[in-house]
T-cell receptor
Framework: ETGVTQTPRHLVMGMTNKKSLKCEQH?????MYWYKQSAKKPLELMFV???????ENNSVPSRFSPECPNSSHLFLHLHTLQPEDSALYLC????????????????FGPGTRLTVL | GESVGLHLPTLSVQEGDNSIINCAYS??????FIWYKQESGKGPQFIID?????DKRQGQRVTVLLNKTVKHLSLQIAATQPGDSAVYFC?????????????FGAGTRLAVHP
């Protein structure tokens, strides 16, 4: 499809659990992103990575911990989440950070639907 | 679908009619705008873009209009089809922080009825 895959597609976890979301892009891109999509804020940027270096942490609580081991993979580690963290978590990639024009736009994965009980 | 649950304005149209989806943006300095389509179970997908030095851009069955005076974008879909049913987001480029990032609007749900 878009060249960006996310696993799992659905996740249910308790507030004391620790889980991780995985994103992989097969596009040779250098920048990767995590977004949160919920009823309150449809598309909210969380983290931005460029060449495995984090360049943005958009005031995200520390219970969300991103990891980018290489330019093709991005993880979001979750621990002691709250019910209000239930949302769709979307990963995206782009060729780099500097353009985002035309075909240099962001390509999104299908998302992970997270439910926190 | 993955966008179910979003409390969004909904535009309902008959199949074959034209659709117009509107969006207001916030930053008068923004110079590039994109429309994305999010179908059920999928992430947002690029539809069409427009630079601020243009008023109009046409694609296949879609047209984007930009009115910089009132900071308004619209997406026109001709001969709307059932496959056009989705949530549509506008996005503007924000260059604060030394790099480009997309700022998304709230979205509009398009429902196409046969």
């Amino acid at each position: 499809e878009t060249g960006v895959t996310q696993t799992p597609r659905h996740l249910v976890m308790g507030m004391t659990n620790k889980k991780s979301l995985k994103c992989e892009q097969h596009l040779g891109h250098n920048a990767m992103y995590w977004y949160k999509q919920s009823a309150k804020k449809p598309l909210e940027l969380m983290f931005v990575y460029s060449l495995e270096e984090r360049v943005e942490n958009n005031s995200v609580p520390s219970r969300f911990s991103p990891e980018c081991p290489n330019s093709s993979h991005l993880f979001l580690h979750l621990h002691t989440l709250q019910p209000e963290d239930s949302a769709l978590y979307l990963c995206a990639s782009s060729q780099d950070l500097l353009r985002l024009r035309g075909t240099d736009t962001q390509y999104f994965g299908p998302g992970t639907r997270l439910t926190v009980l | 679908g993955e966008s179910v649950g979003l409390h969004l304005p909904t535009l309902s149209v008959q199949e074959g009619d034209n659709s117009i989806i509107n969006c207001a943006y916030s930053n008068s300095a923004s110079d590039y705008f994109i429309w994305y389509k999010q179908e059920s179970g999928k992430g947002p997908q690029f539809i069409i873009d427009i630079r601020s030095n243009m008023d109009k851009r046409q694609g296949q069955r879609v047209t984007v209009l930009l009115n910089k005076t009132v900071k308004h974008l619209s997406l026109q879909i001709a001969a709307t089809q059932p496959g056009d049913s989705a949530v549509y987001f506008c996005a503007e480029i924000n260059s604060s922080g030394g790099y480009n990032k997309l700022i998304f609007g709230a979205g509009t749900r398009l429902a196409v009825h046969p």
